[in-house]
T-cell receptor, first 117, second 112 residues
Framework: GAVVSQHPSRVICKSGTSVKIECRSL??????MFWYRQFPKQSLMLMAT?????????EQGVEKDKFLINHASLTLSTLTVTSAHPEDSSFYIC?????????????FGPGTRLTVL | KQEVTQIPAALSVPEGENLVLNCSFT??????LQWFRQDPGKGLTSLLL?????REQTSGRLNASLDKSSGRSTLYIAASQPGDSATYLC???????????FGGGTRVLVKP
């Protein structure tokens, strides 16, 4: 399967700081990327969908000014958690699909564990 | 609105036993269905993808069936091993490029 990477894998920050998480598709061009968050023992919650070169579409209840998404190229999307607070602590996972690949198979990154003190 | 359900939420079996994991969805108008595995603290690994026109897919010890009309998919894992212990998630996509709708997952423990 295709490879999606995330960086960093783990980040600890103080309340009020901003954190940027990078998501890269390593061996394919990702026309669409998705950002999820996951709380312990729960399933994934979709935050937003982004297509290369256009603004992200956010799910209901997700603050677009707090979670800034930039899908600047076909292989890179970034999620910036602005002015992070302890309640933003979570596991963030990105995912990507490519129309160029058959079947719309979706591939996931390894996740980023964010802890806000 | 599509809803995806996975039952049971947790399953424990002795090593060597076959695993049967169930997934049901309320709207049969799907584009494809994907099964994933998630290990604790990790991302998701794609196991099998079934297109809406297909009835099953196989990969090694894994076999997934799809009955679109009844809104069901089943993941079979033959001769389970302790390394198969993980959470298994199914997800459906309504149309190409659309988001996946996930089930709550089945947490599997294979005891040596």
């Amino acid at each position: 399967g295709a490879v999606v990477s995330q960086h960093p894998s783990r980040v600890i920050c103080k309340s009020g700081t901003s954190v940027k998480i990078e998501c890269r598709s390593l061996d394919f061009q990702a026309t669409t990327m998705f950002w999820y968050r996951q709380f312990p023992k729960q399933s994934l919650m979709l935050m937003a969908t982004s297509n290369e070169g256009s603004k992200a579409t956010y799910e209901q209840g997700v603050e677009k000014d707090k979670f800034l998404i930039n899908h600047a190229s076909l292989t890179l999307s970034t999620l910036t958690v602005t002015s992070a607070h302890p309640e933003d602590s979570s596991f963030y996972i990105c995912s990507a699909i490519s129309y160029g690949r058959a079947l719309n198979e979706q591939f996931f990154g390894p996740g980023t564990r964010l802890t806000v003190l | 609105k599509q809803e995806v359900t996975q039952i049971p939420a947790a399953l424990s079996v002795p090593e060597g036993e076959n695993l049967v994991l169930n997934c049901s969805f309320t709207d049969s108008a799907i584009y494809n269905l994907q099964w994933f595995r998630q290990d604790p603290g990790k991302g998701l690994t794609s196991l099998l993808l079934i297109q809406s026109s297909q009835r099953e897919q196989t990969s090694g010890r894994l076999n997934a069936s799809l009955d679109k009309s009844s809104g069901r998919s089943t993941l079979y894992i033959a001769a389970s091993q302790p390394g198969d212990s993980a959470t298994y998630l199914c997800a459906v996509r309504k149309a190409a490029g659309n988001k996946l709708t996930f089930g709550g997952g089945t947490r599997v423990l294979v005891k040596p």
